[in-house]
Nanobody
Framework: QVQLVESGGGLVQAGGSLRLSCAAS????????MGWYRQVPGNQRELVAV???????NYADSVKGRFTIVRDNAKNTVYLQMNSLKPEDTAVYYCYCNAILSGAWFTSADYWGQGTQVTVSS
């Protein structure tokens, strides 16, 4: 199983910064991708930023240039540096991981964190 532990959410004023972290643990054979999605009540969950095993990244157009996703040296933790925050960034942010478990015959699956609240005041 894969467990995703998130931290770093909170309340900030517009223009401020936050840094989210997500640590993956469990019987992981390999991680294909990790990243962050966000969701506002009544809306669909949307991609914010994802980084794959080769280091390629994908960002939502709305955050490109403001947010940066990186991996640590252990490659089981991702960080989302969020700068120049806007009120429209307010949402619950969910860590995402696509991973292959040990003994899973190289079949990957998606895993989600519990979510961390990010609130940006105007």
């Amino acid at each position: 199983q894969v467990q995703l532990v998130e931290s770093g959410g909170g309340l900030v004023q517009a223009g401020g910064s936050l840094r989210l972290s997500c640590a993956a643990s469990g019987s992981i054979f390999s991680i294909n991708a990790m990243g962050w999605y966000r969701q506002v009540p009544g809306n669909q969950r949307e991609l914010v930023a994802v980084i794959n095993s080769g280091g390629s990244t994908n960002y939502a157009d709305s955050v490109k240039g403001r947010f940066t996703i990186v991996r640590d040296n252990a490659k089981n933790t991702v960080y989302l540096q969020m700068n120049s925050l806007k009120p429209e960034d307010t949402a619950v942010y969910y860590c995402y991981c696509n991973a292959i478990l040990s003994g899973a015959w190289f079949t990957s699956a998606d895993y989600w964190g519990q979510g961390t609240q990010v609130t940006v005041s105007s």
